[in-house]
């Protein structure tokens, strides 16, 4: 039986949710925000993410967030 890493099948869930609330209220989703979201396996951070995610204004506003601002 495989071992599984719950903190990262957690990660990965919640990356799956904030693309997700992106695509749905702002379009598709750029390769590069993927990529720098798939890199985060902090679940307290993904956790804030998602909150900003659902509650930002704009897209850009989350991207600059995203790109190194603390979120916690």
Same mark, same amino acid.
């Given at each position: 039986m495989e071992t599984v890493n719950k903190p990262k099948w957690i990660a990965e869930n919640v990356i799956l949710n904030i693309?997700? #609330?992106?695509? #749905?209220r702002?379009?598709? #989703?750029p390769i590069q925000l993927q990529n720098q979201l798939s890199t985060i396996a902090d679940v307290e951070r993904l956790n804030a993410l998602i909150v900003h995610a659902v509650t930002c204004q704009s897209f850009d506003g989350f991207n600059k967030l995203i790109?190194?601002?603390?979120v916690l």
């Open positions: 693309l997700t #609330v992106l695509k #749905v702002f379009g598709s #989703v790109g190194g601002e603390n």
